[in-house]
């Protein structure tokens, strides 16, 4: 029992931030209660490739397309790797789509 508790809580850890996985996990919470949290100042980013469908071309000369999402996944993970720093612990990385990487903060 311990084990799968240990288990989701790490999945919890995985996709929520921490203060909102500690809610969840309260005992003196009210099931029936919806999270919510107010934000005074919030900021959203999408970075995307531009036209990156375009450039994604299955050829033997890439490997069948495999160095196309090498290098996308290459950029997805530059960008994880730059919001477990420090500096960026207030930004929460949201998902990536596609070509698409989206991230919020708010305070």
Known sequence: MEHLEAYNRKLLDNILPVHVAEHFLSSDKNND???HEQCEFVCVMFASIPNFSEFYVELEANNEGVECLRLLNEII????ELL???RFKYIEKIKSTGSTYMAASGA
Do not use: G, Q, V
Request: charged residues 50%; negative net charge; aromatic residues 20%.
């Open 77 to 80: 993970a530059d960008f994880d």
């Open 84 to 86: 477990s720093e420090e």
């Open 33 to 35: 209660e919806l999270y």
